[in-house]
């Protein structure tokens, strides 16, 4: 069974940082592509970043420069390094995977930054 688990979200400030951890566990971590989501109230959910079993990256327009995605193998763990916080990255942020025909999604972790 894939279980994804997020940690590291909180309150802070608009300028600040923040840095989420994606642990993973049920499944072979390396070869997977992690993707992080964000779906504020109201919104649909949206991707923010993904990275592939190859270390390849892409990003969300809003976030490009100011947010890095991250992998540590040997932790299987995927981290979202957040910068220059702003007050529209407010959302419940969420770690997923596709794999074998099946989508898993962590519980999430809420991101409030104050203006």
């Known amino acids: 069974q894939v279980q994804l688990v997020e940690s590291g979200g909180g309150l802070v400030q608009a300028g600040g940082s923040l840095r989420l951890s994606c642990s993973v566990s049920g499944t072979i971590f390396s070869i997977l592509t992690m993707g992080w989501y964000r779906q504020a109230p109201g919104k649909q959910r949206d991707l923010v970043a993904a990275?592939?079993?190859?270390?390849?990256?892409n990003y969300a327009d809003s976030v490009k420069g100011r947010f890095t995605i991250s992998r540590d193998s040997a932790k299987n763990t995927v981290y979202l390094q957040m910068n220059s916080l702003k007050f529209e990255d407010t959302a419940v942020y969420y770690c997923?995977?596709?794999?074998?025909?099946?989508?898993?999604w962590g519980k999430g972790t809420l991101v409030t930054v104050s203006s």
């Open positions: 990275i592939t079993g190859g270390d390849s990256t």
């Open positions: 997923h995977v596709y794999l074998s025909g099946i989508h898993y």
